[in-house]
């Protein structure tokens, strides 16, 4: 029965990890989202057109829950920061 809750502890532990790096990563998408949100592409730099053409069809195949809880993610942070810089 120990090894049995060793493995249990284990898988425990491991999910949390997951659980964190998903919540990093929501942060990530999130923050992409409301950048691109915010670009005019009339006065990006060629180069970097391609670019966000990339990211903006990445983010747009995601399932729209997994956006809209990467948006909430980093909206907390965002309305942080308009509050600092309004002050």
């Known amino acids: 029965?120990?090894?049995?809750?060793?493995?249990?502890?284990m898988l425990g532990?491991?999910?949390e990890l997951l659980?964190?790096?998903?919540q990093?990563?929501?942060?990530?998408?999130?923050?992409?989202?409301?950048l691109v949100a915010s670009l005019d592409s009339s006065v990006l730099p060629q180069g970097a057109i391609k670019s966000?053409?990339?990211?903006?069809s990445t983010l747009n195949a995601l399932p729209?829950?997994?956006l809209r809880d990467a948006l909430a993610a980093?909206?907390?942070?965002?309305?942080?920061?308009e509050r600092v810089i309004g002050s």
């Open 1 to 9: 029965m120990p090894h049995r809750d060793e493995q249990v502890s």
């Open 64 to 66: 729209e829950e997994t």
């Open 13 to 15: 532990h491991e999910l």
């Open 52 to 56: 966000a053409n990339l990211v903006s």
């Open 74 to 81: 980093v909206r907390a942070e965002i309305q942080e920061e």
């Open 24 to 34: 990093r990563l929501l942060q990530v998408v999130g923050a992409t989202a409301a």
């Open 19 to 22: 659980m964190g790096e998903r």
